[in-house]
């Protein structure tokens, strides 16, 4: 297949029930547009439904149904434009994870059942990154120097334990929660909505991978397959076809995703970059100001 470029974006997809697995509850989304300013951006997500059945498929193809919808309203491409595009976006989106999350426990309670799904979001517009998550699918930057950096957090049993200090990252790869969500959508109590933001170098390449993927890897593998797929000239369709493949030979027992999205062109000189990244940590002063004085306020 052809190398897919849409605006300013290269980008490919691959899925795959797995190997012991007959249903496929992995749900994906690519989106190019334009903000009302006429600025290229790209959207990408992945939902994983939960529970091994129809109910898992059903709950991460609403997830995904509803952020088509989101990203259709002209509000998402006009936040994109505002000078408080990050502020007010961030807002926005938790603000409709939540509203996703209360959509599938009251068709679970009125089917009788409990539909849950997990979902990362990523948006990219300007030189600027946007991610919104819960669950434990997970956002990697490869950057053009070609360091690799995972951008999300799993919302996971053992994942809050290696943060707590409690369990290394090794033990936690095997342990036998290690698939236990801790945060999803339609499951549980209001779950908390992860955010971040910032800034990409022009040539960066972003993975978005659902656990059927990044277990199977250590970081230093998956940095490897990434620097590969960032390859000059490589057809990123490909790349995520190869993905899969690697995933399979070492038998993932669950379904495997992965999304490649790659900006193909910088609108941004030294000085607007540096601008932009001073813009960036202001934002991110204010957002810890506000959960300090949030934190404060609660105790």
Not at 265 to 270: D, E, I, P, V
């Amino acid at each position: 297949m052809k190398p897919t470029i849409a605006v300013h974006f290269q980008y490919g997809s691959a899925t795959h029930t797995g190997w012991f697995r007959t249903i496929n509850e992995d749900r994906s989304l690519l989106r190019v547009g334009q903000t009302v300013k006429g600025v290229p951006y790209a959207a990408a997500a992945l939902a994983d439904g939960i529970g091994g059945s129809e109910d898992g498929a059903q709950a991460s193809e609403l997830a995904i149904r509803r952020l088509k919808e989101w990203l259709d309203d002209a509000k998402v491409p006009a936040l994109l434009s505002t000078g408080d595009s990050l502020t007010r976006l961030e807002r926005e989106a938790e603000a409709w994870f939540l509203t996703v999350h209360q959509e599938l426990v009251e068709i679970g309670r009125g089917s009788g059942g409990r539909l849950g799904t997990t979902l990362t979001l990523l948006l990219l517009t300007d030189a600027v990154y946007f991610i919104a998550h819960v669950g434990d699918c997970r956002i990697y930057r490869l950057s053009p120097t070609g360091r690799c950096k995972r951008l999300t957090r799993d919302h996971t049993w053992v994942s809050a334990q290696v943060r707590r200090g409690r369990m290394s990252a090794r033990r936690a790869r095997s342990h036998p929660k290690r698939n236990v969500l801790l945060h999803s959508l339609g499951m549980g109590e209001q779950p908390e909505v992860y955010i971040r933001s910032g800034y990409y170098a022009p040539g960066t390449l972003f993975l978005l991978s659902s656990d059927g993927f990044h277990d199977r890897f250590l970081p230093r593998s998956i940095a490897a397959l990434l620097c590969t797929a960032n390859g000059k000239g490589s057809d990123l369709q490909e790349m995520c076809d190869l993905l899969l493949t690697k995933a399979l030979q070492r038998k993932s027992d669950d379904n495997i995703s992965v999304v490649l999205l790659k900006p193909v062109s910088g609108r941004k000189n030294a000085k607007e970059r540096l601008r932009l990244q001073c813009g960036l940590w202001l934002h991110r002063l204010y957002r810890s100001g506000r959960k300090l004085l949030s934190s404060l306020s609660s105790g």
